[in-house]
């Protein structure tokens, strides 16, 4: 069974570009979630989508985004960026809504702005 | 202050020994997970508990809702279990809030 998929594994930005990362779940999970992680404030989540909709989203600027296509594999884009934005940003995928679920996590993709 | 705490936040210990990570939250939550983190970034989903105790191999899990308290234990820890270990608690299965996770190294 196939893990959970993310590309590019790694990215070169600089500031003000736009950023798109891909998530692919396991095959059957609906859930997919969006993590940050960055040395000074850790993990922090992004949002999570399930069927297509967007059920939950943490506390992070308009600049990210998310969809999730009817095959439920997501995208997050990041407008107008930031060095602050240089960071792994991890996606996990589930069988349940609401991170009630085990969750399998991809590799992350490391997004560097300079 | 954070709405997770871990402690410790580093570890260090020799192959054999009994190793205890605590979590402490200050929220209501539905239910917590402990994740591992190896260098490189892969994230494992180690147990999901909403009460009592898990087990898996060498590891337990432990949480108790009232207090707010969970601890994951490492029986007969060996160099592969050094990593970074982290609980992430979800509230009202909307958020996932995470600790700053503990290092944990094993020292043959």
């Known amino acids: 069974k196939a893990g959970v998929t993310q590309t590019p594994r790694y990215l070169i930005k600089t500031r003000g570009q736009q950023v798109t990362l891909s998530c692919s779940p396991i095959?059957?999970?609906?859930?997919v979630s969006w993590y940050q992680q960055t040395p000074g404030q850790g993990l922090q989540f992004l949002f999570e989508?399930?069927?297509?909709?967007?059920?939950n989203k943490g506390n992070f600027p308009g600049r990210f985004s998310g969809r999730q296509f009817s095959n439920s594999r997501s995208e997050m884009n990041v407008s107008t960026l930031e060095l602050g934005d240089s960071a792994l940003y991890l996606c996990?995928?589930?069988?349940?809504?609401?991170?009630?679920?085990?969750?399998?996590f991809g590799e992350g993709s490391r997004l560097t702005v300079l | 202050k954070n709405e997770v705490e871990q402690s410790p936040q580093n570890l260090t210990a020799q192959e054999g020994e009994f190793i205890t990570i605590n979590c402490s939250y200050s929220?209501?939550?539905?239910?917590l997970h402990w994740l591992q983190q190896h260098p490189g970034g892969g994230i494992v989903s180690l147990f999901m508990?909403?009460?009592g105790k898990k087990k898996h191999g060498r590891l337990i899990a432990t949480i108790n809702i009232q207090e707010k308290h969970s601890s994951l234990h490492i029986t007969a820890s060996h160099p592969r279990d050094s990593a970074v270990y982290i609980c992430?608690?979800?509230?009202?299965?909307?958020?996932?809030?995470f600790g700053q996770g503990t290092r944990l190294t094993i020292n043959p």
């Open positions: 996990a995928s589930s069988l349940v809504t609401g991170h009630t679920g085990e969750l399998f």
């Open positions: 095959s059957g999970h609906r859930s």
């Open positions: 989508y399930f069927s297509e909709t967007q059920r």
């Open positions: 929220v209501g939550i539905s239910a």
């Open positions: 508990l909403s009460s």
């Open positions: 992430a608690v979800i509230i009202y299965a909307q958020k996932l809030v």
